[in-house]
């Protein structure tokens, strides 16, 4: 049972540590078995797909835009939308307040940095976020609430170099904390084959798909 898996995994991890369940590619009726744990966090990673499961199931399912987000399809999510995880760029950042604004709403995002050795991951690096800080870019965004940061670990059997990028993460997180206030609480790193060494590392928001779901 999917309820079940949740219920083990969150017997697992501290009750500090938020579970979003990874329901990408995944039918709705594997989401509404889910829900009968109380487990009401789920993430997707493409626009079309989350707009259609929003439109079919409870209103109360709280959805996490977990993929990179292109500009042009931030307009389809902004109405309803609980966490974008991938904000990954200053132009992302403006047009997510741009449609916060236009739907008069307060959108919760997370900083995403690239701390992996892959290429293909997305994310800033802590100098450009620098940047935005000392040219104080981000005072503008007024209908953006910066919740944390996210980050993925180089996809690796190597524990000790995963274990490095999430401390880098950690440390990034310590230096915005001060920036962004008493709302930047969030540390969300780790999947499913990586998130006890994240948890051991501070985190305290974890992906889990194919645990709770199984292989895709």
């Known amino acids: 049972m999917i309820s079940d898996k949740i219920k083990n995994i969150k017997k697992i991890i501290s009750e500090e540590v938020q579970l979003i369940a990874v329901s990408k590619t995944k039918p709705v009726e594997m989401i509404q078995e889910a829900m009968l744990s109380g ?7 493409k626009v079309q797909e989350m707009v259609f499961k929003h439109e079919l199931l409870s209103k109360e399912i709280l959805w996490h835009m977990i993929g990179h987000l292109q500009r042009n399809k931030v307009k389809y999510i902004a109405p309803f939308v609980h966490l974008i995880h991938g904000a990954d760029s200053k132009k992302l950042l403006e047009t997510i307040n741009k449609e916060g604004k236009k739907n008069n709403r307060i959108i919760n995002c997370l900083l995403q940095f690239h701390i992996a050795k892959e290429s293909t991951k997305f994310g800033f690096s802590i100098e450009e976020l620098r940047e935005i800080i000392s040219l104080k870019t981000y ?5 953006i609430n910066i919740k944390g940061v996210m ?3 180089t996809f690796t059997d190597n524990k000790l170099q995963v274990k490095e990028e999430f401390s880098l993460l950690r440390s990034f ?3 915005l904390k001060p ?18 060494e994240a948890i051991e590392q501070g985190s305290n928001m974890i992906r889990i798909g194919s645990d ?4 895709r």
């Open 39 to 45: 487990h009401l966090d789920f993430g997707e990673n």
């Open 179 to 196: 920036v962004f206030g008493d709302d930047f609480k969030t540390l969300s790193m780790g999947m499913s084959g990586d998130y006890l």
């Open 173 to 175: 997180f310590d230096e």
């Open 212 to 215: 709770i779901f199984g292989t």
């Open 139 to 143: 005072q503008d965004w007024d209908y």
């Open 151 to 153: 980050g993925m670990a």
